[in-house]
C-alpha cells in the first residue's frame, strides 16, 4: 500500500492541505463574508479547524482540567451536535473577552461580530459602526441596552416607549427596571405614524427622569415605521438615549433609510435586530448595533458572566453558506416579493369588496379589511387560516376589553391604537419566501374566504350561530 502512494500522489495531498489552510487562514485574516457561498464539507472542516483551538479537543495530549469548567460534555450526541465547542462566549463579565480555554470559541464570537457588521454594511447600513451579536432574541437584547446605560443616567426612572402591540418590546423595559411611558401612534389617512408633539411635550416634561425613548421601525401594518428621524432629533436637544426595536426592518429600504438618516439628524444609540427574521436562523439570537465602536463594547462589558456560542455558530455558518452574493439576492427577493404581495392582495380585496390598508412606509407587512366578516366571526377566520396552513398572517378584531401586560392595562391591544375600527387581516412577506409559496397562499386564502362566507351566510339564513363540529366544515371550537 505504502508504495503506491508516490511521488504526485503526496504532492496532491499536500496541494489539499495547503489550500484547505489557505481558505481557513484567509478568512480569519479579513474577517469578512466571502463572496461565493461554501460547501457543507468546507463548513464541517472550518468547524472542525474551530474546534481544535479549544484545551478540549487537544489532540497531542489528553487534557487534563482542573478547574469547574472544563468543556467536558457527557452525552455524545449533545457533543456532536455542537460540533464539540462547548466552552461559549465570552468570560465573566464580558461578552466579547478572549477566554484562553476556548480559543476556537472566542473566533468564532470574533467572526460574528465581523459578520454582523459587514452585513449590515452590506445592506447599505451605513450609519453602524459596531455590532455584537448577543445569545438572546430582541426583547432581552434591548433590555440589555437600557441595562448597559443605567449608570449614564443615575435618576433616570422612566423609558418612553412609542405604542407597537408587542408584548416583548414593552417587556424589556419592565425587565431592566423601568416604568414605560406610554406614547400612542395617531392616524394619518390609513397610517398609524409618530405622534411627535406628544412625544416632544413628554421629554420637555420628565427630562432627566427618562432613560431613554424606544421607538419602532418594523412593525404589522396598519402601523408605520416611527419617524426615527424626529424622534433622533428630540433625544439629541435633551441629551437622552435612542434606542430602536428594528427586529426585522434589515428587509425594508425604508427602514434602512430611516436609520441612517436618524443618525444624521440627531441621536440614535443603539438598534437592535433579530437573527431569525433576518438570517434565517434558528430562535434565539440578536444583532445589537451601534453607532459609536465604544457603544456595543459597553454593552459586551454588561452582560453577566459566560454565554451560549450556537447563536453566533449557526449566523457565521449560514452567512458562509451563502456567501454575500446570495445573501444580498435574500433580500432583493423579498423586496420583489413585498410588491407581488401587495398587488394579488390588492386585487384579492377588490374581488371580494374589501380594501388593503394605504400604508406606503410599511415595505414589509399589508393590512386588508374584513368588513364582509361578522365581528364575531372574524377571531374564527384566523384560527381557520391557521388550521389550512396559513400561519403568520393575524386577524385583528377592534375591541373594547381592557388587556393586561403585567401591571398596565391596554384598550384593543393588538391594533397599535386605542381607535375602533372594523376589523383586518394583517400578513408579511418575509425574506426566505419564494413566489410559489406566495401564490399558494392567495389559492388557498381565497378557497377558505370563499367557503367561510358561504357558510357564514348560510347559517345566517338558518337563523343559526353554530358551524357543523367537523373543523374542515369550519367548527366554530377553532381558535387561535
Known sequence: MRDAFGRSENEYSRLVAKTNNKMLNQLWEKKKIPEEAWTDHSLELFLAWLASHD?????????????????????????????????????????????????????LNCLANEFALHSLHTLGLTCARGALVVPVATGMALMLCMGSWRKARPNAKYVV??????????????????????????????????????????????GEEILCVLSTTSAFAPRAPDDIEAIAAICRTHDIFHLVNNAYGLQSTECIRRLNNAKNSGRMDAFVQSLDKNFQVPVGGAIIATTKQSQAASIAQF?????????????????????????????????????????????????????????????????????????EKQTLFGS???????????????????????????????SHTNEQHGGYLAMACGVGMIDGELDELFTRLSSTYLRFIHKVTHSAKAHSTSFDVDRDEFSETDKD
Open 303 to 375: 452582560y453577566p458572566g459566560r454565554a451560549s456560542c450556537v447563536p453566533s455558530r449557526d449566523f457565521v455558518l449560514t452567512c458562509l453558506s451563502q456567501g454575500i452574493r446570495s445573501l444580498l439576492e435574500g433580500f432583493e427577493d423579498q423586496h420583489r416579493l413585498f410588491e407581488k404581495m401587495r398587488r394579488k392582495l390588492r386585487a384579492f380585496a377588490d374581488e371580494i369588496g374589501e380594501n388593503v390598508y394605504d400604508v406606503p412606509d410599511n415595505k414589509i407587512s399589508l393590512a386588508m379589511t374584513l368588513s364582509t366578516i361578522p365581528p
Open 161 to 206: 416607549w412609542l405604542r407597537v402591540d408587542q408584548k416583548s418590546c414593552f417587556k424589556s423595559i419592565l425587565t431592566a427596571g423601568y416604568e414605560p411611558l406610554v406614547v400612542d401612534p395617531i392616524r394619518v389617512g390609513d397610517a398609524l405614524v409618530t405622534d411627535i408633539e406628544r412625544l416632544n411635550a413628554l421629554v420637555e416634561e420628565k
Open 384 to 414: 381557520i387560516l391557521f388550521s389550512r396552513g396559513i400561519t403568520g398572517a393575524r386577524v385583528v378584531m377592534s375591541t373594547t376589553k381592557v388587556s393586561r401586560v403585567e401591571n398596565y392595562e391596554f384598550l384593543n391591544f393588538g
Open 55 to 107: 484545551t478540549n479537543n487537544r489532540m497531542d495530549m489528553n487534557p487534563l482540567g482542573a478547574g469547574e469548567r472544563e468543556g467536558r460534555v457527557k452525552s455524545a450526541f449533545v457533543r456532536r451536535l455542537h460540533c464539540n465547542l462547548s466552552h461559549g462566549i465570552g468570560r465573566s463579565g464580558n461578552l466579547c473577552e478572549i477566554q484562553p480555554k476556548a480559543l476556537g470559541s472566542s473566533m
